[in-house]
């Protein structure tokens, strides 16, 4: 199991920008697949980005394309999103996730909840219009 601890929300404008960060402890960092996902307000669990674990490939949901990119330190043992042109309509709760792939390709990103072992407590973003 790893640990994962969000930062780096709060509260932007429309049209600002945010970086979360996810640390990760307890494994080693680069036999994880990671990943984001948001909760609005009253809503499902969504994805939003995902990262394989040496970072070479990454894949982002289609409503943040182009505004919203995912990057990893595995040096650091730490994955970022970051957010950039923020509408009101990305406001939500952003959790990091994990999955240990040692026994699944290493090529892989995962876009569903399911597929994740790990989870962070979840950082808030708010914008404002």
Not at 11 to 32: E, I, P
């Amino acid at each position: 199991q790893v640990q994962l601890v969000e930062s780096g929300g709060g509260l932007v404008q429309a049209g600002g920008s945010l970086r979360l960060s996810c640390a990760a402890s307890g494994r080693t960092f680069s036999n994880y697949a990671m990943g984001w996902f948001l909760q609005a307000p009253g809503k499902e669990r969504e994805f939003v980005a995902a990262i394989n674990s040496n970072g070479a490939t990454t894949y982002v949901a289609e409503s943040v394309k182009g505004r919203f990119t995912i990057s990893r330190d595995n040096a650091k043992n730490t994955v970022y999103l970051q957010m950039n042109r923020l509408k009101p309509e990305d406001t939500a709760v952003y959790y990091c996730a994990a999955k240990d792939i040692t026994y699944y390709r290493a090529g892989s990103y995962y876009t569903r909840q399911y597929q994740y072992d790990d989870w962070g407590q979840g950082t808030q973003v708010t914008v404002s219009s």
